[in-house]
């Protein structure tokens, strides 16, 4: 088994109305309070005004307009924000893209330079600003992590954030996420499965959480065609925000062979030229990536995945299992209604082998993925996604 | 989906040799260490040293021989040595009886009273002194959560207690667990499928935690009977170091119903009354319990166990399912080497009414467990144990 460390220093309360508790959450950590958000969703659902309620003795700023992809621009302008008002607390509300943002403002407000350079060189990130979040989307698992996710669109890169900076307390109420519209549910259920992927499909696994990733999965693959359909089932909302949770925060991955998340590697890329959504991209990718990592070696590891997530006959041979596993995977991608290639959306061949270079110069070692991957192989991949 | 709160403050640094990362762990909390521990196995095994080795720049004092079901004694003792020397740490280096004590022992730092005030009503516990671990022995989970478990001779009383108390980090090497003998080790592991049934065998699970909690018990059934086989196996010993941890955290709770956890409180009953191991009394009662919590209505649940934990065939009839998976669990702490009746290890009837009215006075409602329990319910499951 490999060595872990595993530290989960977030307080989740989950469940209706939660939001109540607010109060007392936010109290250990000040009273001048940075508001995050994106575009105003959380005015339609009623939510700012519920935090503005139930804030009302404290001093609140307010970032909005946070972007999906969330971009360094946004990030500025909190980062300044932060240093004017010598905030306290950042409290994020919304999904991943705000509470990527948030954590690199957290991280800005006692760093001199341009944030940017955290982004570009983690070992910078030192001391950040306490960080409440609000979730309303199911998907990044920003809510129980210490990472991010930032864009750039002037270098065209798309990179993440590392630092002391996992949210104090994280808020999850269900509720919060029935608006969320089904294209954008479907992405966050495929994302969440992806971060499930990354950490599950690796040579060696771990059998206490191999059953926890398979658990993860099945879950997703019950539950998110429920929320699509009926978007106010509280049952199906609260499975996928659970889940959510538990993709990134280090759980999954204990006791496992390192990751180099290959597939999220390659859609940073897909997205940092294009701002496709990321769970868009992940459907494109993950059944490519699965596919070009089959052989005779990952075989098995294919097929445990079919046998114990969609359920396949364990007397199959192994190589039938594996294929069979990665069509369940592509076809249970189409269901929710989600692009199956770059082409449907629009993305040529024009930036692949910019895409391979940027990639294998600024991410972790493709070549400790389950197949070892060089820059050939992601631009193969690329072109099969087409 | 039942709410849940989920808040595991402890930083866990699993793996061999992790001691060496002790300073740095902790380094935040002071240069005034009390250094908790048993019997003096950890002399045995050279941890002792190491430790003095390592902290050789701290001022340690020390509390030895706390014993197994730990006594308020002991915990007495080492609130003494807390108020004395002003200690700033408590390293508590053992298995769950010392990491227990010295939970007791970090709030009692602060009460003016006597500690087993604090057992007796839990809201009296206050502010602690932080904790560091050192674990040597896979079964309670004590490393990873905010509770312990006390015992008074004097009262014939064994009682949980709850507290700001988890430990700040844990270090958990599955070397130091190499050289626990084969009884124990089997206690243990009967103690870590306890702490999952516990919290797994409710009307209303969760589809995601029922999965992890399915994944626990398989891992702890494949890999005790290798740790006693082959005490030096590192992947078993590993495999129940870290299956020890996740038992009583909290994770494997969120999202279903409350369980008053019936086989803990009967167990205590009885070890208060006769001091017996905590992992023996649980491999006695926990068939007995299921059985007589067996019946139409919580029939799918044990079938669900016996197909997804034991592998049995998920087309036999909901009931025979539910009868072998009880079965299976008797024949597997039976194949562990542990006693399964009170006679084999000479207890009588002589007390049962007794503990089962102190049971019902003191625990939490087992009109909540998943058959409900009244005083005379416990008094049969005790006969049946006889």
Redesign the interface.
Known sequence: ????????????????D?VNELPKLMAPFGKKVLLTYGGGSIKKIGLYDKIKDLLKDAEIFELSGIEPNPKIGSIRQGVKLCKEHNIDVILAVGGGSVLDASKNIAAGAFYDGDPWDLVKDNSKVGKSLPIVTILTLSATGSEYDASGVISNPETQEKLPIFGDFAPRASILD?VYTYTVPKNQTAAGACDIMSHTFEQYLVKNG???????C???L??VI??APIAIKDPQN??AR??LM??SS?GCCG?LN??RDFSPWPVHGIEHEVSAYTDITHGVGLAIITPRWMRYSLNEITAPRFAQYGVNVWGLDKNLPQLELANKAIEKTEEFFKSLGLPSSFSEIGIDDKHFEDMAKHLCDNWGDLGLALTPLTRDDIVAILRNCL
């Open positions: 088994m490999q060595d872990f460390d595993l530290y989960l220093p977030t307080h989740i309360v989950f469940g209706k939660k269900p771990n059998m206490l959480t191999d059953g926890f398979e658990s993860m099945r879950t019950k539950y509280y049952e609260a499975a659970q889940a538990f759980l204990i006791g």
